[in-house]
Structures are given as structure tokens and as C-alpha cells.
């Protein structure tokens, strides 16, 4: 009878822990979803679309200015998903894009041999891993993101760690993000356990919360905002912003990591921002990277 009971006890014991393990991402795809919803009713047509979401744009823009219909696979493209007088200044740059010697460069850094004969290739064999980080470590407890990886690549081989927002750290991760588009992967960042959705939710939180004296969220410009103009850009919609870094900024003029990127968005907000490797801005990039699951990796790329 007893055993029975204890049979019986770890059965279902089992079952829930199969459930949870499909589900723990459950709310992170019920907002990945709304939020594709939301983007596309947002572009299906902005003219007609005017009271509810550009309020502040000319007849001019919304008729010449924003693409119609935009669908999810286009997102990818940031802004260029929609803004039409960007779009062929983007596309002439593309023709010789500024990034090219930059993924070579990466190439030379994966193979070349540290001090004590190892390489990046002894930490990351296939190259082609952009869709997969950040990732969640269970046993850690914590989020490692590519740029963190490869520096413990550097450390635990008794190198020095790189500069996380430029340099060699952007080219390496230009040519890991060049392999991985030539494979054509989708971002497909994962949520393994309870403990990692609520680093997810974490990340979320920090996304929405409005700083600063602006009281701006990134969702104000991101969600709400994007599509609208400030100064002369397009805000970008928020689904599928970090598929496609790192990004060589025409303002940099060079290239830079999505912690770069995203610091300067901090800044703007009247913050400083956690710093590259902190557990704040891992999981808001955890959640920024969620948020662009199912679309193609697309890097390098260029922005204004
Ligand atoms: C005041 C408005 C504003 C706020 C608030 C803001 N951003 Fe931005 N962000 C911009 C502008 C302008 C750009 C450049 C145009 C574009 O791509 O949207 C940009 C670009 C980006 C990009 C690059 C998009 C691409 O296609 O390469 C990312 C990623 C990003 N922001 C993330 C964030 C995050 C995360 C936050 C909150 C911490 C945030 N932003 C807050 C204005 C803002």
C-alpha cells in the first residue's frame, strides 16, 4: 500500500515537472505574441491608424513616409521594417557595407591561439551560435550572454578580458553573428526553468519602468513610440531590435555590442547604466532577446 502511495506520489510528481517544463515560458510567449499583434495592427495602415497611434505625425509622413502592412519577418530590419526615406539610404550602404573587415578580423580572432595554445574555437567549436544568447544557466543561476562567454573564454585561458562594447569584442561577435546568418537561425532564446522566468520577468520589469526625469520607459519610445519620429529618426518597434548586432553605427563609425547600444538608450533616459556584465542588464537583455525569438538572425548591420 505504502509503496503504492510513494509510486504514485512520484508519478505525479513527475507529470507536474513535465508541465512546468513546457510551460515556463508560457507568459513570456503570451507577451511575445501581443506584442506582434500589437506592431502589426500598428503598421497594417498608418493613415487610417492615426488616432489610436501617431497622433503626432504629418499627413505628409503618414501617407510618403511609413510603410503599410508590415508583417513580423520584416522586423528584423528596426526601423527600416517601415521607414521608407531611411530605407534606400540604408540599402546604398549595404551595397559596400562598412562591417565587411570586421567580421574577417573576427575570423582571424577565433582561430588564432592564445598563450597557452588554445583558442576561441576550444570554447565555441561551431561559430554559427547568435540565435542562442543569452542563455540561462540552471546550475549558475544566472543569464550568460555571448559577450560574457567570450570573455570567460579569455579568463579561464589566463587572458585578459575584453572591452564589452567595442574592438575585438564587436568583431568576434560580428563573425559569430555573420555565421549565423549565412545558417539562416532563428533567435531562439529559451526559458528553462521558474528561476529563469523570473529573471525574464525581471528584465521586464526594468523595460517598463519609467526613469529619469522624462519619465520615459523604453516602451515609450519602443512600444507606444515607434513609428514616430524623433529628431530626424524613426523609433523602432521593439519586436526584433537584437537580431542583427553587433551594428556598425555611422555615429560611432565603427561597430558596437547590443551593450552599447542599449546603454545609449539608458543615457538618453537621464540614467547611468548598469554596467555590461550586472545582473540588471543581462536580464533586460534576456528580455529584449525573447522578445525577438522566431525571427532570422540578421548581423552585422548598419545604423544611423
Ligand atoms: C527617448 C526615446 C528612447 C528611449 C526611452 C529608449 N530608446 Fe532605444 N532608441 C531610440 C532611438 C531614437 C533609437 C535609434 C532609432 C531606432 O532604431 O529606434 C533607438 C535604438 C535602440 C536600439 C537599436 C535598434 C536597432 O534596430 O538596432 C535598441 C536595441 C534600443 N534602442 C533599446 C532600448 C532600450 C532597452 C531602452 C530602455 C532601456 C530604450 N531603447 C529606450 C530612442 C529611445
Request: aromatic share 12%; net charge neutral.
Amino acid at each position: 500500500m505504502l509503496l503504492k502511495i510513494v509510486k504514485a506520489t512520484t508519478l505525479a510528481a513527475i507529470a507536474t515537472c513535465a508541465l512546468n517544463a513546457s510551460d515556463f515560458n508560457a507568459q513570456a510567449e503570451k507577451d511575445r505574441l501581443a506584442l506582434i499583434k500589437y506592431f502589426e495592427a500598428k503598421f497594417e495602415d498608418p493613415e487610417k491608424n492615426r488616432n489610436t497611434f501617431f497622433p503626432y505625425s504629418t499627413d505628409d509622413e503618414l501617407k510618403n513616409s511609413i510603410a503599410k502592412g508590415v508583417k513580423f519577418e520584416e522586423f528584423s530590419k528596426g526601423n527600416y521594417a517601415f521607414n521608407i526615406d531611411g530605407k534606400s539610404q540604408y540599402e546604398e550602404l549595404k551595397e559596400m557595407p562598412p562591417y565587411e573587415d570586421a567580421i574577417d578580423e573576427g575570423e582571424e580572432l577565433y582561430t588564432k591561439k592564445f598563450a597557452n595554445g588554445k583558442s576561441f574555437a576550444s570554447c565555441f567549436p561551431n561559430p554559427a551560435i547568435g540565435a542562442d544568447y543569452p542563455m540561462y544557466d540552471d546550475k549558475k543561476k544566472e543569464i550568460i550572454t555571448l559577450t560574457q562567454s567570450i570573455n570567460t573564454c579569455l579568463t579561464s585561458n589566463g587572458e585578459k578580458p575584453w572591452n564589452t562594447k567595442k574592438g575585438n569584442m564587436a568583431k568576434l561577435q560580428a563573425y559569430f553573428a555573420s555565421a549565423t546568418t549565412d545558417e539562416e537561425l532563428k533567435v531562439n532564446v529559451t526559458i528553462p526553468s521558474a528561476d529563469a522566468a523570473a529573471a525574464y520577468e525581471r528584465g521586464k520589469e526594468y523595460y517598463y519602468s519609467q526613469r529619469g526625469y522624462l519619465k520615459l520607459s523604453c516602451a515609450t519610445c519602443h512600444v507606444q513610440g515607434a513609428g514616430l519620429r524623433v529628431r530626424n529618426e524613426k523609433l523602432s518597434q521593439f519586436v526584433g531590435q537584437t537580431t542583427h548586432f553587433p551594428v556598425f553605427r555611422l555615429k560611432w563609425d565603427g561597430l558596437g555590442t547590443l551593450e552599447r547600444r542599449v546603454s545609449g538608450c539608458i543615457k538618453d533616459q537621464g540614467q547611468v547604466p548598469p554596467k555590461d556584465n550586472s545582473k540588471e542588464m543581462k536580464e533586460l537583455i534576456y528580455f529584449l532577446s525573447y522578445m525577438s525569438n522566431g525571427l532570422t538572425v540578421d548581423g552585422p548591420d548598419i545604423r544611423k
